[in-house]
């Protein structure tokens, strides 16, 4: 008998190579911390600091980039990322939060 193939469940994490971390942290601090309720840590990988953001789905983590070029979203690699929610209403306040938020900014 063959071992079963396991199974795909989700995304456990994903990584996002920023150019500036000061500046990217602050914005998923509000993102996804104050915004979506994500916990944040940080940890060093061969000598560059990681911030992570996770909550018990799955986690994203910002480094730092060792390249300075700017995305381009039609070459090989991530066009984009998306959080899924669970309902349109829940899209709509998640928005509305955000936008109260980035107008105290």
Known sequence: MEPAVPEVIGIDHIYFSVSDMTRS???YDL??????????NRFSLNGDAHVQYYNR?????????RVQQPHEPYAPGL???CLR?????DVV??????????KKV
């Open 79 to 81: 066009h984009h990322f």
């Open 57 to 65: 789905q799955f986690g994203i983590v910002l480094r730092p980039a």
């Open 85 to 89: 929610l669970d309902s349109v209403a």
């Open 31 to 40: 993102v996804l911390g104050q915004v979506l309720g994500f916990r944040k």
């Open 25 to 27: 942290e602050a914005f």
């Open 93 to 102: 306040a998640t928005a509305f939060e955000l936008a109260k938020k980035l």
